[in-house]
């Protein structure tokens, strides 16, 4: 499967974004899907997980309550949207898709597929 991650910009702190990643297959009810990122001299870290069919979450202690994952497998696409967007929230965002698994990990070795990354930076 093929991911193209979009949705990425800048926004002043507090304001909200939308992350989109739209797979290239019509079963992407097959796979879980996982939100990841990574700031600049940091590395790659589990941003917001979905199980293949959305109905089990999980997110980073640190975007909990701002952040949702959520998808629409009829339009083989999972969504980011973050809200009250901190600085600190400044990163390349990646999508991955993990066929085997159905539930997200946060481990980001247990996908097999990634996005090309989409930058979001948020200024204060």
């Known amino acids: 499967v093929q991911l193209q991650a979009s949705g990425g910009g800048l926004v002043q702190a507090g304001g909200s974004l939308t992350l989109s990643c739209a797979a290239s297959e019509r079963t992407f009810s097959n ?10 001299g940091k590395e790659r870290e589990f941003v917001a997980g979905a199980s293949r069919s959305g109905g089990t979450t999980e997110y ?8 949702t994952i959520a998808r629409d497998n009829a339009k083989n696409t999972v969504y980011l949207h973050m809200n009250t967007l901190k600085p600190e929230d400044t990163a390349v965002y990646y999508c991955a898709a993990d066929r085997i698994n159905i ?6 070795e247990r996908y097999q597929y990634w ?10």
């Open 31 to 40: 796979y879980a899907a996982g939100w990841f990122r990574q700031a600049p």
């Open 60 to 67: 980073a202690n640190s975007v909990k309550g701002r952040f």
């Open 103 to 108: 539930f997200a990990n946060r481990n980001g």
């Open 115 to 124: 996005g090309q990354g989409t930058q979001v930076t948020v200024s204060s």
